[in-house]
């Protein structure tokens, strides 16, 4: 009895170390992906605009991986109650141990990553004409307080996903959309680029700097969200759950995959051309559309929900340009739109999940964000400013924030 005792223990704690060390392999994957978005963003900008929003995404991961240790996750998290509204606020440092299956801070360390792919969506869609500092403190109270309220109302036990039954298995709303939605209410308030839109209506694409970049990126962000989807099955010490975590990969890639080629084919039909920025947006948005639930669909619905995404996608990011809303690499389609999407997707495979259900979900946190976002956007408006004057957004973001010239072997220099 002993033996089969000690046996017992060696395999449990064989099946903590196990999740425990892909759940942190998993953060680690994620946090990857924030060289995906720096990539992305800094390929899809102007060259005078490089150096900034480079700046912008290693600055917004150390801001959450900070105020997210002291504020945020103890939020959503630590010492709540299950299906409440108002969450409590525990103390995460000091509190270390075992979780579910895994160690507390391997769970934590997979959380803080997602919040920092939410704080990435923001910043690609406010480039080229924000000041970087407002930028950095609106990064402050959206990690700190916005994401991890509605994480608790879902992820951390709250009443949406308690008492409505909301589904998310890794976060085409919590994070995907919530991300866009702090996202537009700062587009709303920070208005267009210079030149994006003529007097009559007109819609001058503003070309990036950097396709190449912009490509690894996606690529980047593809790898990465293997991470994403398949940490989110949190355990991979058994049969089942590996089996499980091997669907997820596979119709998550799928959906990348179905996605990229049907927004080549949208491009083909529509224009006569394979546009290569709409191609990968079209894989992130199968990305962000299997990632509701990239476990209940069968390999076919994974392929469709990729390729309806892709497709979408697409006329999407041409009619946010019709209502002259000015999002520099697509990030409130993709994220936005798109998580909407997935989140609604849901109950097509899922039998926990109903259309009300994940329509009351969406729109509380899409509310909840937009809101809260929008508040904090114009306090920042009114007080430090948000936007850059007509003369630097000109002279472009480097300049004026950083002092550093991304590819100085192209700007010209005046000698005596």
């Not at 959503?76 to 299906?83: L, R, S």
């Not at 990348?256 to 894989?283: E, H, P, Q, S």
Request: glycine share 12%; aromatic share 10%; with cysteine.
């Amino acid at each position: 009895m002993e033996q089969l005792a000690s046996l017992g223990a060696t395999v449990t704690e064989l099946k903590f170390a196990l999740d425990t060390f892909y759940l942190l392999i998993s953060g680690a994957l994620v946090m990857w992906m924030a060289a995906g978005f720096a990539m992305l963003e800094a390929g899809l900008v102007r060259s005078k605009n490089t150096t900034e929003i480079l700046t912008k995404n290693i600055c917004l991961y150390a801001i959450a991986c900070i105020i997210y240790l002291i504020v945020g996750y103890n939020i959503m998290y630590v010492d709540n109650t299950e299906a409440g509204i108002i969450p409590t606020i525990g103390l995460l440092i000091g509190a270390a141990g075992e979780g579910a299956g895994h160690s507390l801070e391997s769970d934590f360390f997979f959380q803080v990553v997602f919040v920092a792919t939410a704080m990435s969506i923001v910043s690609g869609a406010v480039a080229e004409r924000m000041k970087l500092w407002a930028f950095l403190t609106f990064c402050v109270v959206l990690t700190g307080f916005i994401y991890p309220v509605e994480g608790y109302w879902t992820w951390g036990g709250g009443f949406l996903n308690k008492s409505v039954g909301f589904v998310d298995f890794a976060g085409s709303g919590i994070v995907h959309m919530a991300g866009a939605a702090a996202a537009i209410a700062g587009v709303l308030l920070l208005g267009a680029r210079k030149g994006k839109y003529g007097p009559n209506g007109q819609v001058h694409p503003i070309p990036g700097s950097n396709l190449p970049m912009a490509t690894l990126g996606t690529f980047i962000l593809w790898m990465g969200w293997f991470g994403f989807n398949g940490g989110s099955q949190l355990a991979v010490s058994d049969a089942a759950n590996a089996a499980s975590v091997a669907k997820v990969f596979v119709n998550t890639n799928s959906a990348a995959a179905f996605g990229a080629i049907a927004a080549l084919l949208v491009c083909k039909m529509t224009w006569g051309k394979a546009d290569l920025t709409m191609i990968l947006n079209g894989a992130l948005a199968g990305l962000v559309a299997i990632t509701a639930d990239p476990l209940s669909p069968s390999l076919g619905l994974a392929a469709a929900i990729g390729a309806v995404a892709g497709g979408l996608v697409v006329f999407s990011i041409v009619g946010f340009d019709r209502i002259k809303i000015d999002d520099p690499v697509g990030a409130i389609s993709v994220h936005g739109v798109m998580g909407f999407v997935g989140v609604m997707l849901v109950p097509l495979s899922n039998a926990d999940a109903t259309f009300m259900g994940q329509l009351i979900g969406a729109t509380v946190i899409f509310g909840w964000v937009f809101g809260t976002s929008l508040l904090m956007w114009a306090l920042l408006k009114y007080t430090m400013g948000i936007r850059v004057s007509e003369e630097e957004e000109y002279r472009g973001m480097d300049a004026l924030d950083c002092g550093i010239d991304a590819y100085p072997e192209f700007v010209s220099v005046k000698t005596a």
